[in-house]
């Protein structure tokens, strides 16, 4: 099945900086990698995702990578501010086979310092 | 816009009880997910349903069962609790088995088990 690794497991930057978080994923018939934003109590909020037909895509500060051949996606964070402190998870949808069916990184806590 | 709703929000019980958990999905959604996120770990997939059917099965006791109703809301039904069922139960919903919908998490059940 899917495995999907997800680093670093903590992240603190400045308010104003950049964040970086990776993904790898292991089955090459994944095709859709959305990333998710959930604060403390609340469900899992989708802020992004792209399809394995597009290399990149960009909504205002997050952006996201995707590199099929190296299995691996990447979501970025530019001018940070303290309301994006939060665990961030990536998912991959499992391959063809599991319809829907999301597997889960470990979860990256980004902590915004003022 | 409207968004998935959870009910119990919280629910405490106590060991060998039972729990039923319901969900009711985006309005023209016809696809649920069913996830278990533990204390500090990425959420874990359950079970789904499209059009009222099973679809996908993941990681789910079976001390646990679930179904789809004919206006689309789930019930997850979960007998003989242990105290490791104690998480947080976070249905998703989509609009379409498609691969290519995005997942909308509703704000989940959290199950204290005594």
């Known amino acids: 099945g899917e495995n999907v690794e997800q680093h670093p497991s903590t992240l603190s930057v400045q308010e104003g900086d950049s964040a970086v978080i990776k993904c790898t994923y292991s089955?090459?018939?994944?095709?859709?990698f959305p990333w998710y934003k959930q604060e403390l109590g609340k469900g899992p909020q989708l802020i992004i995702d792209?399809?394995?037909?597009?290399g990149e895509k960009k909504d205002q500060r997050i952006a996201v990578t995707l590199n099929k051949t190296a299995k691996h996606f990447s979501l970025h964070i530019t001018e940070t501010q303290p309301e994006d402190s939060a665990v961030y998870f990536c998912?991959?949808?499992?391959?063809?086979?599991?319809?829907?069916?999301?597997?889960f990184g470990a979860g990256t806590q980004v902590v915004v310092t003022p | 816009a409207a968004g998935v709703i959870q009910s119990p929000r919280h629910l405490i019980k106590e060991k060998r009880e039972t729990a039923t958990l319901k969900c009711y999905p985006i309005p023209r959604h016809d696809t649920v997910y069913w996830y278990q996120q533990g204390p500090g770990q990425d959420p874990q997939f359950l079970i789904s349903?499209?059009?009222?059917?099973?679809?996908d099965k993941g990681s789910i006791p079976d001390r646990f069962s679930a179904q789809q109703f004919s206006d689309y809301h789930s019930e997850l039904n979960m007998s003989s609790l242990e105290l490791g069922d104690s998480a947080l139960y976070f249905c998703a919903s989509s609009s379409d088995r498609s691969s290519y919908n995005e997942q909308f998490f509703g704000p989940g059940t959290r199950l204290t088990v005594l």
């Open positions: 089955d090459s018939a994944s095709n859709y």
């Open positions: 792209i399809r394995s037909n597009v």
């Open positions: 998912a991959a949808l499992a391959g063809t086979d599991s319809w829907g069916k999301l597997q």
């Open positions: 349903f499209y059009e009222k059917m099973q679809s």
